[in-house]
């Protein structure tokens, strides 16, 4: 079985987005300057501040996915609503840097985990279900590359492959126990799997944020295209898994190779 020429098309789009430059690139074109200028601004132990904010805000958006995600009625995966509420979370970020991540960074990612949400159910996901809810926390690990990862595969199937295990273990958990009052172990080692690729990203945009010209202003831009980056990793994923369900995992991800 063959996909027909609309979904190849469709799976070509999606591959164009999820193979697409970084985030570096974008927040580069964004500022006008390179974002390593930033980084050069940062405070000597930026990258630990990063490292901790990361994964708390991963641990609530975690929380939320687990509690909350498919309980109401769907909302729009364009709904403004979302974007304006990140904006105004990144005039924090913007403000305030790297001292306001602790308070911005948890609502930003909790906000977007919603509109991920939105894109997941547009797709046909059902976020009841265990495993549904955490590949949406697994969007916050797509669109970058890491140095482990297979330089002859695609960006998007090493990341895909190298989690399945985990995303595998965390869902039959959480289908069987919930969340509970304390993390289980599946669970952390999930969150430490998405923060090592979000975090990457963070720090962009942190570094971007931390040019002078940028300002409240440029924060809640910045906080934008960081949102644009992963409603389109959403859009690209949630797409790859309806065709799958279509079509079979195998043949998707031959026509993806050859796309």
């Not at 109401?72 to 904006?87: C, E, G, N």
């Not at 482990?148 to 869902?171: C, G, L």
Request: net charge negative; charged share 25%.
């Amino acid at each position: 079985m063959s996909l027909s020429k609309e979904d190849l098309e469709t799976l070509g789009e999606a591959k164009q987005v999820l193979e697409s430059p970084g985030l570096a690139i974008k927040l580069t074109d964004l500022i006008g300057k390179p974002i390593e200028k930033g980084f050069d601004l940062l405070p000597d132990n930026w990258s630990e501040r990063i490292s901790m904010a990361t994964q708390g805000a991963l641990e609530q958006a975690l929380g939320v996915a687990v509690k909350s995600l498919g309980e109401s009625k769907p909302s729009s995966p364009s709904d403004f609503r979302h974007k304006l509420a990140v904006m105004a979370s990144g005039a924090v970020g913007g403000a305030f840097g790297l001292a306001g991540l602790a308070v911005e960074l948890p609502v930003s990612t909790t906000i977007m985990l919603r509109s991920i949400g939105a894109i997941a159910q547009s797709e046909g996901e059902h976020l009841k279900e265990a495993n549904s809810k955490l590949e949406c926390i697994r969007v916050f690990a797509l669109g970058g590359r890491s140095e482990d990862d297979d330089a002859a595969e695609s960006a998007y199937f090493a990341v895909r492959m190298a989690m399945a295990k985990t995303v595998s273990e965390a869902a039959k958990h959480v289908a069987s126990h919930g969340l509970g009052r304390e993390v289980a172990p599946v669970l952390v080692k999930l969150i430490e799997q998405v923060a090592a690729r979000f975090g990457i990203q963070v720090s962009q945009k942190i570094a971007a944020q931390a040019v002078p010209v940028i300002g409240a202003a440029g924060g809640a831009l910045v906080n934008t295209l960081f949102m644009d980056h992963f409603q389109d990793m959403a859009h690209g994923h949630f797409t790859v898994r309806r065709l799958e369900r279509k079509y079979g995992e195998d043949i998707v991800r031959n026509a993806y190779e050859q796309a």
